[in-house]
């Protein structure tokens, strides 16, 4: 059974602080996912990471992909109150038709 | 935007009764998914459907549940006998492809309380 364990689990920081949060597995996936989820909706993707080592940037959001791809990070600058939420890293193995999803960080961000 | 709708947003059934979930995928989908979320606890994968078949199902996915593309539109997710440990959000989601960078969008679930 391939797990994902994300780190922390509760984030709780005050507007323009920086934060990473953590993504783990012992298992190696073709693609890592990071998702956002809202109170009553669905997951929204964020971004896809394919390569390992691959870095990718959204805005103030710095997804990194291990070189092992085992795992992945997610950075944010200056974290705004609109970034509180739910974020979920989610692997795929050979084709993305099954996705396992992380135990999630919930993030708050206060002015 | 196109979305993927679900309804209804929450359910309330009980114990042995039967329920269907509905999902109306984005239209140029060809894949089709259904995970759930129980209260606190992680995302789960349940099922993959293409071409009128499952493709993959998890250990979760056992013979009460099923799933159908009744009308080329809609696609549902049957639980034949509900149980307490059904209560969980149900997403529906549908992609373009599998290929690895293809986007699944998600809609926004069906609460399903099992009493």
């Known amino acids: 059974t391939q797990l994902l364990e994300q780190s922390p689990q509760f984030l709780s920081i005050q507007e323009g602080e920086n934060l990473t949060v953590y993504c783990n597995s012992s298992?190696?996936?073709?693609?890592l996912q990071w998702y956002r989820q809202e109170p009553g909706e669905g997951p929204v993707l964020l971004v896809t990471?394919?390569?390992?080592?691959e870095v990718k940037k959204l805005k103030r959001l710095t997804f990194q992909f291990g070189d092992a791809r085992k795992d992945s990070s997610l950075h944010i600058t200056a974290a705004q109150p609109g970034d509180t939420g739910l974020y979920l890293c989610?692997?795929?193995?050979?084709?993305?038709?099954?996705?396992?999803f992380g135990t999630g960080t919930r993030l708050q961000v206060t002015l | 935007e196109p979305e993927v709708t679900q309804t209804p947003s929450h359910q309330v059934t009980q114990m042995g009764q039967e329920v269907i979930l509905r999902c109306v995928p984005i239209?140029?989908?060809?894949?089709f998914y259904w995970y759930r979320q129980i209260l606190g606890q992680k995302v789960e994968f349940l099922v993959s459907f293409y071409n009128n078949e499952i493709s993959e199902k998890s250990e979760i996915f056992d013979d009460q549940f099923s799933v159908e593309r009744p009308d080329g539109s809609n696609f549902t997710l049957k639980i034949r006998s509900t149980k307490l440990e059904d209560s969980a959000m149900y997403f529906c989601?549908?992609?373009?492809?599998?290929?690895?960078?293809?986007?699944?969008?998600f809609g926004q679930g069906t609460r399903l309380t099992v009493v």
């Open positions: 990471v394919v390569t390992g080592g």
């Open positions: 239209s140029n989908h060809l894949y």
């Open positions: 989601a549908s992609s373009v492809s599998v290929r690895l960078n293809t986007e699944a969008f």
């Open positions: 989610a692997g795929a193995t050979g084709t993305a038709s099954k996705l396992t």
């Open positions: 298992s190696v996936f073709s693609s």
